[in-house]
């Protein structure tokens, strides 16, 4: 059985990464990896599905324990990745993404590096904006903590393998559907070719 294949997911907040992502999961393409956080759940959350709602206090014990792939604190929370998921999942041939920000997809990628990073971009911060607003969630000033904070993940962008504007959501999920088989197909390709130049020796 051959290993899975890691997929890291990123965006801004409010950029509609859930929406784009949820075709795939519910067609068992893709198996999500549910971040720990420290952040307080919003109404409709439940632990174990969206987080995995932790302390402060418990997830520094996980740090400590060397049980986080990747960690990153934003926006004055804790965020992360546990580790034990990813790799059973990944030795039973699943492909797993990680919904992370930009600075643990770095983290990740010093340990993975041969990982898929996807980026979902929104069309402008005016359209986040009206989104993050619409959504009804977070005060004014939260709102614009965000959007800063946006504006300079869509700035590293470009150091993602594949870039997605959330513009129109059905052709941004097939975009991204894409994204998937393209990867696992040049997977494919370079195992077939190394098998071949193998056989040559």
């Known amino acids: 059985m051959s ?9 801004p907040s409010g950029v509609g990464k859930g929406t784009l992502l949820k075709p795939l999961l519910e067609a068992g393409v893709l198996r999500l990896s549910v971040s720990a956080t420290t952040r307080a759940p919003r109404a409709g959350e439940t632990d ?5 709602f932790v302390t402060r206090g ?34 039973r041939g699943e492909n797993v993404v990680l919904e992370i920000e930009i600075e643990g997809a770095r ?41 800063a904070i946006a504006a300079q993940e869509i ?15 059905s052709l941004a999920q097939e975009e991204l559907a894409a994204a ?11 195992q077939t070719t190394i098998k071949e130049v ?3 020796c």
């Open 48 to 52: 174990g599905v969206e987080y995995r």
């Open 180 to 190: 998937v088989r393209a990867a696992g197909a040049l997977r494919r390709f370079h």
């Open 107 to 147: 983290n990740v990628l010093r340990e993975c590096p041969d990982a898929v990073t996807i980026f979902v971009a929104p069309p402008s911060l005016r359209a986040l904006r009206e989104r993050l607003v619409g959504r009804g969630t977070e005060s004014a000033e939260t709102i614009e903590q965000r959007l």
């Open 3 to 11: 290993r899975g294949r890691l997929y890291i997911y990123s965006g």
């Open 198 to 200: 193998l056989k040559t």
């Open 155 to 169: 700035a590293a962008a470009t150091e993602y393998d594949f870039i997605i504007v959330n513009d129109d959501v």
């Open 58 to 91: 418990r997830f520094e014990e996980l740090i400590a324990s060397g049980e986080m792939l990747e960690y990153t604190e934003y926006n004055g929370n804790y965020y992360g990745t546990p580790r034990r998921f990813v790799e059973e999942t990944l030795r």
